[in-house]
C-alpha cells in the first residue's frame, strides 16, 4: 500500500494511518515502516490526542525488535503518553470500518503466517527480557559479557585465579572496582547475579520452541495466533514474578 509522504493537515494524518492499519491482516506483524511510525508521532504529540492512535503507536512500536525500537526512540519525540505504555501497551484498538476481505489463506499462506508470528514472539521474548536487564543492546552485551567472563574465570585453577589481571576480565573488573569489591568477589557477586537471569531466560527460551512446535501443527491461523497469545502471555507471566 502506497500513502502521502507529506499529508497537507492533521486530519489527513488521521485518514493515511486508518487506511495503513485496515489494511493490515495482522497490525502486530506489520509492515510498520518509519514513515508511518512518524505520522502517529505527529498525531499523538497534538494537544488532545485521541487514545485510540496513543494505543496503535505503543503497540506498533512494542511490536519492533529491540534496536529498531531503540533507534527510533532515540531519533524522534515520542509522545510521554505512548511512551508509558510501550512495555504493557492496551489491547490493539477496533479496525474502522469493514477492510476489504483477504483470500482464503492457502499452505504457504498459513507458513508465512507461522514464521511471522514466531519473529514476533522472538521481539516478544527480547521486549520481556528487556524488563530484567533494562533495555537496550548494549546493557544486554554488558551483563552476557560479564557472564562470560565469571564463567571463564571459575573454570581456572585456584593457582590461575590468584594471578589473574583485571585486564583479562575487563568487564567484571570494571564492576568489581565500581562496588568495591576485590576480583575474585566481584566474580563471585557476578555469578550470583546471574543464576535467576539464567534460569529464566532458558525458560523463555523453553517457550518460544514450545510456540514453534505448538505452531507448527497448527491446522489454521487462528489456531497460531492463539498459540502465541498463550505463549506469550506465560513468559510475560514468568517475567511478572521474577520481578515481584
Known amino acids: 500500500m502506497t500513502y502521502a509522504k507529506t499529508p497537507n493537515n492533521h486530519e489527513t494524518y488521521h485518514q493515511v494511518i486508518e487506511e495503513a492499519y485496515s489494511?493490515?491482516?495482522?497490525?502486530?506483524?506489520?509492515?510498520?515502516?518509519?514513515?508511518?511510525?512518524?505520522?502517529?508521532v505527529a498525531v499523538c504529540n497534538l494537544p488532545g490526542a485521541k487514545a485510540r492512535y496513543v494505543a496503535i503507536l505503543s503497540n506498533a512500536l512494542a511490536s519492533l525488535p529491540i534496536e529498531n525500537r531503540t533507534w527510533f526512540l532515540e531519533t524522534y519525540a515520542v509522545s510521554g503518553a505512548a511512551l508509558a505504555q510501550i512495555d504493557n501497551p492496551p489491547a490493539w484498538p477496533d479496525v474502522i470500518g469493514t477492510p476489504e476481505d483477504f483470500p482464503t489463506p492457502d499452505a504457504q499462506d498459513l507458513a508465512d503466517y507461522i514464521a511471522a508470528m514466531d519473529r514476533r514472539l522472538t521481539h516478544y521474548c527480547e521486549t520481556q527480557a528487556a524488563r530484567v536487564i533494562k533495555m537496550?543492546?548494549?546493557?544486554?552485551?554488558?551483563?552476557?559479557?560479564?557472564?562470560?567472563?565469571?564463567?571463564?574465570?571459575?573454570?581456572?585453577?585456584?593457582?590461575?585465579?590468584?594471578?589473574?589481571?583485571?585486564?583479562?576480565?575487563?568487564?567484571?573488573?570494571?564492576y568489581a572496582t565500581s562496588a568495591g569489591l576485590s576480583l575474585a568477589d566481584g566474580m563471585a557477586a557476578v555469578t550470583a547475579q546471574a543464576a535467576p537471569w539464567n534460569a529464566l531466560n532458558a525458560a523463555i527460551g523453553g517457550k518460544r520452541q514450545d510456540f514453534q512446535i505448538v505452531a507448527g501443527t497448527a491446522e489454521d491461523a487462528a489456531a497460531v495466533k492463539t498459540a502465541y497469545d498463550t505463549h506469550a502471555a506465560a513468559i510475560k507471566g514468568m517475567v511478572d514474578a521474577a520481578l515481584a
Open 23 to 40: 489494511a493490515m491482516a495482522d497490525p502486530a506483524v506489520g509492515p510498520w515502516k518509519v514513515g508511518l511510525l512518524k505520522l502517529l
Open 136 to 174: 537496550g543492546v548494549r546493557v544486554a552485551l554488558e551483563y552476557s559479557m560479564k557472564d562470560a567472563e565469571a564463567r571463564r574465570f571459575a573454570d581456572l585453577t585456584p593457582t590461575e585465579q590468584g594471578n589473574a589481571v583485571p585486564a583479562d576480565f575487563p568487564y567484571v573488573a570494571a
